[in-house]
């Protein structure tokens, strides 16, 4: 089975423009951001899939392997997908370009529901992380999960899901955590077919999956990644790379 990262990144930014090619310690949010990704040891290959001329060069510059976007994309999923059709290759993980931190365990743990799944039930594997504050829970920026007794993802919403009629039923609540991973046939569907209701009302991609009948299996994990979406996460990460 042939596994390789790919980790889509725009030069845009509407929160934080250029925000992949500012400095962390020396070298370049994206730049950390891929090394990591294939200091795992977990990956066939990686590469950095890009509109941007100058985040292609930024990557070859530093030994890295970069494709160029031939095409204007909506999503992640898109972009990967036009960059892999013609790589031979059976799974393909989206590696986050602002998140220079990558940990080996979770990315590990998604590979791993592919390793074990002989019927080839499982289209694509995610993860999730449990979030108990209201706060947290309320807040549309933070996506949540629903899942059945099996891991399978039944809905992805913006809203807080389930709403607690009874707020003794000892629900969970979990926040989605945005690592895919893909077979190649269902990244590849997705990028065929159109945009329906739920994904267009909620704007979140993996709707489509659901609305297309695919099987996202979520794996629980106690990692929560540490991204770069605004100048103030990119100081905490310099104190990280400073510690």
């Known amino acids: 089975m042939k596994i390789i990262a790919v980790i889509p990144a725009r030069y845009a930014s509407t929160r934080f423009p250029a925000k992949l090619m500012q400095d ?80 080996k365990e979770p990315l590990a743990d998604v590979l791993e529901v592919f390793k074990s799944d002989a019927a080839h039930e499982i289209d694509l594997a995610s993860l999730m992380y449990e979030i108990r504050e209201w706060e947290d829970i309320e807040n549309p920026n933070n996506v949540k999960v629903i899942v059945d007794q099996k891991g399978f993802a039944l809905y992805f919403s913006r809203s807080v899901i389930p709403y607690p009629r009874d707020k003794e039923a000892g629900v969970r609540y979990f926040k989605h955590v945005g690592i895919y991973a893909f077979r190649k046939h269902a990244l590849l569907d997705f990028y065929r077919l159109p945009m329906r209701s739920l994904e267009a009302s909620e704007k979140l991609e993996q709707l489509r999956y659901l609305e297309y009948g695919k099987k996202i299996r979520m794996v629980h994990t106690s990692h929560m990644g540490i991204g770069i979406d605004t100048p103030e996460d990119l100081e905490k990460a310099r104190g990280l790379i400073e510690k």
């Open 24 to 103: 962390l310690g020396g070298k370049t949010v994206i730049t950390r951001t891929y090394q990591a990704a294939v200091g795992t040891g977990l990956f066939d290959d990686v590469f950095v899939v890009t509109d941007s001329d100058i985040i292609f060069k930024e990557v070859e510059v530093n030994g890295g392997k970069a494709i160029m976007s031939s095409k204007e994309h909506e999503s992640g999923s898109d972009r990967i997908a036009e960059a892999v059709e013609h790589l031979d290759v059976d799974i393909v993980v989206n590696v986050q370009g602002d998140e220079p931190f990558i940990n």
